[in-house]
């Protein structure tokens, strides 16, 4: 089995909450002076200007994309200056932030995993900036430290990536990412001595682990040019074997298309380690399947899929059968079963068949049997199967939530699992495979009180007459005035779906009588291929008509109002908050754009932007050009009164460049009328987001929540009302 780093169980881009009663503060509008915002001069080249299927479009911050320039940096540092001068005249900004250290420091675990005859887990003690790997001999021993990334480097910025055990558990593959780029380097830890070996690999991106004898695989770029580490595209990935001992120079190519550049492939081997499965990707959606039985000396690779129209991943194999979870013939996904000595389609069977209402979103072998994790109206169930595909039993959850993590063997008899929700911080239970019986096993104890609050699903329309849900969390005794300060948070794109998640950065929107709201919207993977598709290239626009119908439904419901609703989204719902607040820019009292893809028309030319082509097409096809430009949310600003807005990047983000951000933000400055602030917040020794430390969490979520309470003109208290 392989790991995520632990960042998908202490993620805090959800939710949070916090103690909180019926004496809440009024949500009276307060009288704040306005801070006053002198911009940093931009420069203007008016001389940039593309031509587009004989459209004539003129990108006059074009500059802005020399990340390395000194004129580039100059501007960043002017820009952070103007945005952190009036941050600190904030007069709560540093009593939210003291609140929210106390609301983030609980213990937060995840699900432990067996390796080795071992067991192993991640733990942050509550403010580390990286969560630390712990090793116990059985699970009632004591535990010792493994891995501490909080060691890696002083300031917590470099952090733990992928990792994988070899088989007898002696040797420990990891990488680590500086700064947050998605660069990696791979070390190993001999865990029998402690000592580390001399092997190191670089240049590795988007890659898994996958141990194999006496030695794994990975994917790696070749070495950028010097400079253009954090924005040049990344083309020729390819699958290399690394022997234990050797130099990365003699590691062994294992798969390449040297043909198509912007083909890349990553590696996984069956948990005995027989079969070699290789998966070549275009997009973000999509994937050909290569197959090797390494237990054949000599074995050629076995072509299963060489097209990218759909989704192959292998879960494992049951003896000389691969056993898959594709979206082929079933918009919610089956698990099938492949002999790659049959690798014709014709021989594949349905082991599990499509669930006709419910998406099926992942599967792992466990005591023998087959634990499959399904969407139902975007929060989780967990159904087990015999390895015949014969269901078994639907294991019961506490409530509405989201399940993650999922450890087990095929020959253990326990399996760990985590289950979170909008209300319960992540809580790890065990799963007894014979009985299929959940215990908890860890659970965080925090300064929260969920009796306060409430989680509440509902279904809105959208603009063309689809149903789409959102969920609600609130306190119970809410006022229903049109007064409430509300956080809508979407995303909408790749197949991903937002699920009912726990985090601390929400408290002090809570404890104000806040709402937080997160939006089911098309382009996600709630409800199956269709629903993705739906929100893809020329229909994107449904994405947006979706986030602002579900504003509208608040308002009109009287959750809040225009003055009072803020949105937030990152990366594609970065996108998402640009499209809207440009579109609709009367609709919203407060946007949070984050290292979002705003220049629509430009964003395949950097690291992996060829690669979400997919969702959104490309400025280079005439038709799909045609509706970029009418939505791309830099060549839709226009001299308007826009919300308050604050726009968030990093320097080392090498997924999303942060030439998206600089270019938007100048020309929002430019444009913005009236006194309204158009901020840019620009992280240092950071990336897209995955791996910051809780340091640099705390501080980005003081700010953003001080500055909607400002400019909502929120009275604001600091966690001291009991009930």
């Given at each position: 089995m392989k790991y995520l780093t632990p960042a998908i169980f202490f993620g805090t881009l959800i939710f949070a909450a916090c103690k909180g009663g019926d004496n809440a503060p009024s949500n009276a509008i307060m009288d704040f002076k306005q801070i006053p915002v002198t911009y940093p001069a931009t420069r203007k080249d008016t001389s940039v200007t593309d031509q587009y299927h004989g459209t004539a479009i003129a990108d006059p911050y074009r500059w802005l994309e020399d990340d390395q320039s000194a004129e580039t940096k100059d501007w960043v540092s002017r820009q952070n200056i103007v945005t952190y001068g009036y941050l600190s005249q904030i007069p709560f900004r540093e009593k939210v932030k003291d609140r929210l250290e106390q609301i983030f420091n609980f213990e937060k675990f995840a699900p432990p995993f067996k390796e080795g005859g071992k067991y192993y887990y991640f733990k942050n003690d509550g403010l580390q900036n990286q969560s630390v790997l712990y090793v116990q001999e059985n699970l009632n021993s004591q535990a010792e430290i493994v891995l501490d990334p909080n060691k890696f480097s002083d300031d917590g910025t470099t952090s733990l990536g992928e990792l994988d055990f070899s088989k007898d558990g002696r040797y420990l593959a990891y990488s680590t990412s500086v700064g947050g780029s998605d660069w990696r380097t791979i070390v190993v830890k001999d865990l029998q001595t402690g000592q580390m070996l001399e092997d190191k690999i670089e240049w590795v991106k988007f890659s898994g682990i996958a141990w194999q004898g006496?030695?794994?695989?990975?994917?790696?770029?070749?070495?950028?040019?010097k400079g253009d580490e954090l924005k040049a595209a990344n083309k020729f990935g390819a699958v290399y074997y690394h022997t234990l001992g050797k130099p990365q120079a003699e590691d062994q190519l294992v798969y390449a298309d040297k043909a198509h550049p912007d083909r890349s492939f990553g590696a996984g081997t069956t948990d005995d380690e027989r079969f070699l499965n290789v998966s070549g990707w275009e997009s973000t959606s999509g994937n050909a399947l290569f197959i090797k039985d390494l237990s054949v000396s000599g074995k050629d690779f076995v072509t299963i899929v060489n097209t990218f129209e759909k989704d192959f991943a292998v879960v494992d194999n049951i003896g000389e059968k691969l056993l898959v979870l594709t979206n082929h013939n079933a918009p919610n996904q089956r698990l099938i079963l492949i002999n790659p000595a049959k690798p014709e389609e014709a021989a594949w069977e349905t082991l599990i068949p499509e669930d006709q209402a419910d998406v099926l979103q992942g599967a792992a072998i466990c005591g023998g049997k087959i634990v499959c994790t399904y969407l139902h109206n975007a929060s989780s169930s967990l159904r087990v199967f015999d390895l015949a595909g014969k269901p078994i039993q639907e294991v019961k959850l506490p409530e509405i939530g989201t399940v993650g993590g999922l450890s087990g063997k095929p020959a253990e008899s326990q399996a760990f699992f985590a289950f979170t929700s909008f209300l319960r911080p992540n809580t790890i239970y065990s799963l007894d495979m014979n009985s299929l019986e959940i215990k908890v096993f860890k659970a965080p104890k925090l300064d929260f009180n969920p009796d306060l609050f409430t989680t509440e699903q509902v279904w809105y329309t959208s603009k063309d007459g689809t149903k789409v849900p959102m969920f609600i969390t609130r306190k119970k005794n809410i006022a229903f005035d049109g007064q409430?300060?509300?956080?809508?948070?979407?995303?909408?794109?790749?197949n991903i779906s937002l699920t009912p998640t726990f985090s601390a950065s929400r408290a002090a929107l809570l404890e104000n009588n806040g709402i937080?709201?997160?939006?089911?919207?098309?382009g996600g993977g709630e409800f199956g291929e269709k629903w993705h598709k739906a929100g893809t290239k020329c229909q994107k626009q449904n994405v947006f008509d979706d986030f602002i119908a579900a504003a509208e439904y608040l308002i009109e419901k009287k959750y809040t109002s225009p003055?009072?609703?803020?949105?937030?989204?990152?990366?594609?719902?970065?996108?998402?908050?640009?499209?809207?607040?440009?579109?609709?820019?009367?609709?919203?009292?407060?946007?949070f754009p984050a290292v979002g893809v705003l220049d629509m028309l430009r964003y395949h030319q950097f690291t992996i932007g060829y690669a979400w082509a997919t969702d959104y097409g490309r400025s280079d096809n005439?038709?799909?050009?045609a509706c970029l430009i009418k939505y791309s949310p830099l060549h839709n600003i226009k001299k308007t009164a826009y919300p308050a807005t604050m726009i968030t990047t990093a320097d080392h983000d090498d997924r999303v460049v942060p030439a998206h951000s600089f270019k938007f933000a100048a020309a929002l400055q430019e444009n913005q009328q009236g006194t309204n602030p158009a901020l840019i917040r620009i992280e240092t020794s950071a990336g897209h987001g995955a791996g910051k430390p809780t340091s640099k969490l705390i501080e980005e979520s003081a700010d953003m929540l001080s500055f909607m309470f400002y400019n909502m003109k929120m009275k604001v208290i600091y966690g001291d009302v009991k009930q």
């Amino acid at each position: 089995m392989k790991y995520l780093t632990p960042a998908i169980f202490f993620g805090t881009l959800i939710f949070a909450a916090c103690k909180g009663g019926d004496n809440a503060p009024s949500n009276a509008i307060m009288d704040f002076k306005q801070i006053p915002v002198t911009y940093p001069a931009t420069r203007k080249d008016t001389s940039v200007t593309d031509q587009y299927h004989g459209t004539a479009i003129a990108d006059p911050y074009r500059w802005l994309e020399d990340d390395q320039s000194a004129e580039t940096k100059d501007w960043v540092s002017r820009q952070n200056i103007v945005t952190y001068g009036y941050l600190s005249q904030i007069p709560f900004r540093e009593k939210v932030k003291d609140r929210l250290e106390q609301i983030f420091n609980f213990e937060k675990f995840a699900p432990p995993f067996k390796e080795g005859g071992k067991y192993y887990y991640f733990k942050n003690d509550g403010l580390q900036n990286q969560s630390v790997l712990y090793v116990q001999e059985n699970l009632n021993s004591q535990a010792e430290i493994v891995l501490d990334p909080n060691k890696f480097s002083d300031d917590g910025t470099t952090s733990l990536g992928e990792l994988d055990f070899s088989k007898d558990g002696r040797y420990l593959a990891y990488s680590t990412s500086v700064g947050g780029s998605d660069w990696r380097t791979i070390v190993v830890k001999d865990l029998q001595t402690g000592q580390m070996l001399e092997d190191k690999i670089e240049w590795v991106k988007f890659s898994g682990i996958a141990w194999q004898g006496n030695g794994f695989y990975y994917t790696r770029f070749p070495e950028p040019k010097k400079g253009d580490e954090l924005k040049a595209a990344n083309k020729f990935g390819a699958v290399y074997y690394h022997t234990l001992g050797k130099p990365q120079a003699e590691d062994q190519l294992v798969y390449a298309d040297k043909a198509h550049p912007d083909r890349s492939f990553g590696a996984g081997t069956t948990d005995d380690e027989r079969f070699l499965n290789v998966s070549g990707w275009e997009s973000t959606s999509g994937n050909a399947l290569f197959i090797k039985d390494l237990s054949v000396s000599g074995k050629d690779f076995v072509t299963i899929v060489n097209t990218f129209e759909k989704d192959f991943a292998v879960v494992d194999n049951i003896g000389e059968k691969l056993l898959v979870l594709t979206n082929h013939n079933a918009p919610n996904q089956r698990l099938i079963l492949i002999n790659p000595a049959k690798p014709e389609e014709a021989a594949w069977e349905t082991l599990i068949p499509e669930d006709q209402a419910d998406v099926l979103q992942g599967a792992a072998i466990c005591g023998g049997k087959i634990v499959c994790t399904y969407l139902h109206n975007a929060s989780s169930s967990l159904r087990v199967f015999d390895l015949a595909g014969k269901p078994i039993q639907e294991v019961k959850l506490p409530e509405i939530g989201t399940v993650g993590g999922l450890s087990g063997k095929p020959a253990e008899s326990q399996a760990f699992f985590a289950f979170t929700s909008f209300l319960r911080p992540n809580t790890i239970y065990s799963l007894d495979m014979n009985s299929l019986e959940i215990k908890v096993f860890k659970a965080p104890k925090l300064d929260f009180n969920p009796d306060l609050f409430t989680t509440e699903q509902v279904w809105y329309t959208s603009k063309d007459g689809t149903k789409v849900p959102m969920f609600i969390t609130r306190k119970k005794n809410i006022a229903f005035d049109g007064q409430n300060p509300t956080l809508l948070y979407g995303y909408g794109g790749f197949n991903i779906s937002l699920t009912p998640t726990f985090s601390a950065s929400r408290a002090a929107l809570l404890e104000n009588n806040g709402i937080y709201v997160v939006a089911n919207l098309r382009g996600g993977g709630e409800f199956g291929e269709k629903w993705h598709k739906a929100g893809t290239k020329c229909q994107k626009q449904n994405v947006f008509d979706d986030f602002i119908a579900a504003a509208e439904y608040l308002i009109e419901k009287k959750y809040t109002s225009p003055a009072r609703l803020a949105i937030q989204g990152g990366s594609n719902g970065g996108l998402l908050v640009g499209a809207c607040m440009t579109q609709r820019p009367d609709l919203f009292g407060v946007c949070f754009p984050a290292v979002g893809v705003l220049d629509m028309l430009r964003y395949h030319q950097f690291t992996i932007g060829y690669a979400w082509a997919t969702d959104y097409g490309r400025s280079d096809n005439p038709e799909e050009f045609a509706c970029l430009i009418k939505y791309s949310p830099l060549h839709n600003i226009k001299k308007t009164a826009y919300p308050a807005t604050m726009i968030t990047t990093a320097d080392h983000d090498d997924r999303v460049v942060p030439a998206h951000s600089f270019k938007f933000a100048a020309a929002l400055q430019e444009n913005q009328q009236g006194t309204n602030p158009a901020l840019i917040r620009i992280e240092t020794s950071a990336g897209h987001g995955a791996g910051k430390p809780t340091s640099k969490l705390i501080e980005e979520s003081a700010d953003m929540l001080s500055f909607m309470f400002y400019n909502m003109k929120m009275k604001v208290i600091y966690g001291d009302v009991k009930q």
